[in-house]
């Protein structure tokens, strides 16, 4: 069959713009940014280079977290207290667990047991023989799925609680309740002269959420919805993270409630679209490459998050129950 040269060049530009949307696939585009695998690879970087940089230490966040390395080769720093609600989603392998650990040990290093307390909901018990010995720990990790709503339901009420309290003192944030009690405090001359004390921020860690969601989803749902809603304001720090991202799991009163999505490798565009809203997470490489979504904007940035080893996690532990007890 013969073909004009009209045609073979209209064939011609077809193929090779085929042949460049499959070598695409390869990259993932984050704004005007297109990173290989590889390319992404050499932006790994220890946690202990983030946290001695100085974008890390001159950093003003109240809680500042390390988010790892941007396509730019920028350290990126931002403050818990702002990027909470947080839905956070991975594979195993993905790298979100090491994401965590660097997530709570580095908190827990720079603040102490009284300014900081963990709570910690971890049902596939991939943390808690480790950080069951962290000072910072609020009463004991729940490991079992049919616990986890009564936990959420105590802490709901500590939050409650809290609310309480800043009413009595005609407050309305953590930070002026507990200037109150310092100026109460710097009046008695002694902290055991008044009645109030300072409260410390929570950060609550729910892991497993499609787990805790098949005991009880109706139960679990309202209990994190009101925390997701209600616990900021009075310094109760919700983090929700899942392996297997699904509507039963991350409902749409959940995602509504949510300011800070970040996910790393998952195994379907749909699982993306749950989480962030659009594809992309699928495409990641996995070993700390993420997409961090901020509720202030609509396009994900691409980052590298530190890298921290089983035996660098061991360490910092040591050294925070040392310095803290």
Same mark, same amino acid.
């Given at each position: 069959?013969l073909?004009?040269y009209? /045609?073979?060049?209209?064939?011609?530009?077809?193929?090779?713009?085929?042949?460049?949307?499959?070598?695409?696939?390869?990259?993932?585009?984050?704004?005007n940014?297109y990173?290989?695998?590889?390319? =992404?690879s050499?932006?790994?970087?220890?946690?202990?280079t983030?946290?001695?940089?100085?974008?890390?230490?001159?950093?003003? $966040?109240e809680?500042?977290?390390?988010? &790892?390395?941007?396509?730019?080769?920028?350290?990126?720093?931002?403050?818990?207290?702002? #990027?909470?609600?947080?839905?956070?989603?991975?594979?195993?392998?993905?790298?979100?667990?090491?994401?965590?650990?660097?997530?709570?040990?580095?908190?827990?290093t720079?603040?102490?047991?009284?300014?900081?307390?963990?709570? #910690?909901?971890?049902?596939?018990?991939?943390?808690?023989?480790?950080?069951?010995y962290?000072?910072?720990?609020? &009463?004991?990790?729940?490991?079992? !799925?049919?616990?986890?709503?009564d936990?959420?339901?105590w802490?709901?009420?500590? =939050?409650?609680?809290?609310?309480? =309290?800043?009413?009595?003192?005609?407050?309305?944030s953590?930070?002026?309740?507990?200037?109150?009690?310092?100026?109460?405090?710097?009046?008695?001359?002694?902290?055991?002269? @008044?009645?109030?004390?300072?409260?410390?921020?929570?950060?609550?860690?729910?892991?497993?959420?499609?787990?805790?969601?098949?005991?009880n989803?109706?139960?679990?749902?309202? &209990?994190?919805?009101?925390?997701?809603?209600?616990? %900021?304001?009075?310094?109760?720090?919700?983090?929700?993270?899942?392996?297997? !991202?699904?509507?039963?799991?991350?409902?749409?009163?959940?995602?509504?409630?949510?300011? &800070?999505?970040?996910?790393?490798?998952?195994?379907?565009k @749909?699982?993306?679209?749950?989480?962030?809203?659009?594809p992309?997470?699928?495409?990641?490489?996995? %070993?700390?490459?993420?997409?961090? #979504?901020?509720? @202030?904007?609509?396009? $994900?940035e691409?980052?590298?998050?530190?890298?921290?080893? %089983?035996? /660098?996690i061991?360490?910092?532990?040591?050294?925070?129950?040392k310095?803290?007890?």
């Amino acid at each position: 069959m013969l073909i004009c040269y009209d /045609e073979y060049i209209r064939r011609d530009a077809f193929n090779r713009k085929r042949k460049e949307a499959n070598m695409s696939e390869k990259k993932i585009q984050m704004g005007n940014n297109y990173m290989s695998r590889d390319e =992404m690879s050499t932006r790994i970087a220890g946690l202990q280079t983030l946290l001695e940089s100085d974008v890390y230490k001159e950093s003003s $966040a109240e809680l500042p977290i390390a988010i &790892g390395v941007n396509v730019e080769g920028e350290i990126e720093v931002e403050d818990l207290v702002k #990027l909470t609600p947080m839905l956070l989603a991975g594979t195993s392998g993905s790298g979100a667990n090491e994401f965590l650990y660097s997530l709570i040990l580095s908190l827990s290093t720079l603040k102490g047991p009284e300014e900081v307390k963990l709570f #910690l909901v971890d049902t596939k018990k991939m943390y808690s023989d480790r950080l069951a010995y962290v000072p910072h720990i609020q &009463g004991s990790i729940i490991t079992e !799925p049919v616990k986890a709503a009564d936990a959420i339901d105590w802490l709901s009420g500590e =939050m409650m609680q809290r609310y309480r =309290m800043f009413n009595e003192c005609g407050v309305q944030s953590l930070d002026a309740y507990n200037e109150i009690v310092s100026k109460d405090v710097k009046e008695s001359g002694d902290d055991n002269g @008044t009645e109030r004390m300072a409260l410390p921020r929570v950060i609550a860690v729910i892991d497993s959420l499609e787990d805790i969601m098949i005991y009880n989803r109706t139960r679990a749902e309202l &209990g994190i919805v009101t925390l997701l809603q209600l616990g %900021a304001d009075v310094g109760i720090h919700v983090i929700l993270k899942t392996e297997r !991202p699904s509507i039963e799991g991350v409902t749409s009163l959940i995602k509504t409630n949510i300011s &800070g999505r970040i996910a790393f490798a998952l195994d379907s565009k @749909t699982e993306s679209l749950i989480i962030l809203d659009m594809p992309g997470a699928e495409k990641l490489s996995g %070993a700390g490459d993420m997409l961090f #979504l901020r509720s @202030t904007s609509k396009r $994900a940035e691409r980052i590298q998050t530190a890298y921290i080893s %089983a035996n /660098e996690i061991s360490d910092m532990i040591q050294d925070i129950k040392k310095r803290w007890t």
